[in-house]
């Protein structure tokens, strides 16, 4: 009985879910032409999620490049700083930091009001689009070498 309440308690919850403005499709969403400030929101949504994931994959060609180059390294250097992964990882997580503090602030253009989710989200997507762009440019430096 209780397994059965959970049950149509999650059913119940996504179902909800799936109506919710900030969780539009594309499919359902014409980003050319989105008027209200919840298609906009959505569409900024969108923008960045995209932007992450493309971000993402980049994030794994320049992770696998720098753990090619510790292995290199690691035999022919000895010296005890970190290595090329530690190294990516730490600027990534400083860069994640930096990126989130950024946009809070940007979206405090219009703090409490209904713009503020879009600017926070156009703001992702921008620096998002940014930190892709450098990590595509140390892949290419790193593979000309």
Excluded: K
């Amino acid at each position: 009985m209780r397994g059965n309440l959970i049950a149509a308690t999650i059913l119940v919850m996504s179902a909800s879910v799936s109506t919710l403005p900030g969780n539009l499709h594309a499919q359902e969403l014409n980003c050319q032409d989105a008027v209200t400030q919840t298609e906009r929101t959505s569409c900024a949504r969108m923008e960045w999620e995209a932007a992450d994931n493309e971000l993402n994959a980049v994030w794994e060609e320049a992770l696998v490049l720098a753990e090619d180059e510790d292995a290199f390294h690691d035999s022919s250097s000895g010296d005890n700083r970190p290595g090329y992964v530690e190294t990516l990882q730490n600027t990534q997580s400083a860069w994640i930091s930096f990126r989130d503090l950024e946009c809070e602030y940007r979206g405090f253009q219009a703090r409490g009001g209904t713009m503020e989710p879009m600017l926070v989200n156009q703001c992702l997507a921008e620096l998002t689009r940014n930190r892709t762009t450098q990590l595509q440019n140390i892949i290419q430096e790193m593979g000309m070498q």
